[in-house]
């Protein structure tokens, strides 16, 4: 593995189930992020972490949860899916001081929710 | 008066034009700014860091002026390749809590015909 992995890359999901998406990196990135972009209206930032063992609060939360067991991973959970959760999501670290810039992006997971 | 604001597009120039996008930020707290490059359904990529003394990287031209709150990205001698959509970034320390968070602006979308 090299920089980030997400899973799945694609998903197709019924309203009211619960989903997962699973974020890896091999970075040791202190930082990581998770992002929806919608057409339109760009990149919105969901849930952040600064470090293992917290996270906050983005533009765009409610619906979303998200923990950080460890370094390593940023998993992103939908309790209970609705349309409007129908987007393209990335997942991204970066090192602990974030002003470089630089976020690492992965793939996208792109998720149409029915 | 949205947070980081940019022309839509799209912009159509032939192979070898010089074009040029602006971006204009809302809060003068901003700190870094940035400029990323995202391809079709792939994810964002870092393509430079934008200087308050203006910087340059083989054909891409970035410059910043605080004044007017605004940066500007030049790309001259345009390739097919550049073909893409770019993301003006601002990093506004402290915002909302997370630590150097980065807005993204919607993109300005690019397009180089042969």
């Known amino acids: 593995i090299a920089g980030i992995t997400q899973a799945p890359t694609s998903q197709i999901l019924a309203a009211g189930r619960r989903m997962t998406l699973r974020c890896t990196q091999d970075?040791?990135?202190?930082?990581m992020y998770w992002y929806r972009q919608d057409l339109g209206l760009g990149l919105r930032l969901i849930h952040y972490?600064?470090?293992?063992?917290?996270?906050g609060k983005g533009e765009v939360p409610d619906g979303y949860s998200v923990s950080r067991a460890n370094t390593d991973d940023f998993p992103l959970t939908l309790a209970s899916a609705v349309p409007s959760q129908t987007s393209v999501y990335f997942c991204?670290?970066?090192?602990?001081?974030?002003?470089?810039?630089?976020?690492?992006f992965g793939e996208g997971s792109r998720l149409t929710v029915l | 008066r949205k947070e980081v604001e940019q022309d839509p597009g799209p912009f159509n120039v032939p192979e070898g034009a010089t074009v040029a996008f602006n971006c204009t930020y809302s809060?003068?707290?901003?700190?870094?700014f940035f400029w990323y490059r995202q391809d079709c359904r792939k994810e964002p990529k870092l393509l430079m860091s934008v200087y308050s003394s203006g910087n340059e990287d083989g054909r891409f031209t970035a410059q910043l002026n605080r004044a007017s709150q605004y940066i500007s990205l030049l790309i001259r001698d345009s390739k097919l390749s550049d073909s893409a959509t770019y993301l003006c970034?601002?990093?506004?320390?402290?915002?909302?809590?997370?630590?150097?968070?980065?807005?993204f602006g919607k993109g300005t979308k690019l397009s180089v015909k042969p």
């Open positions: 809060n003068s707290a901003s700190q870094s």
């Open positions: 970075m040791r990135h202190n930082a």
């Open positions: 970034v601002v990093n506004i320390r402290n915002y909302g809590g997370s630590q150097g968070n980065l807005i």
């Open positions: 972490s600064n470090t293992a063992g917290t996270t």
């Open positions: 991204a670290s970066s090192d602990s001081h974030g002003v470089t810039g630089e976020l690492f």
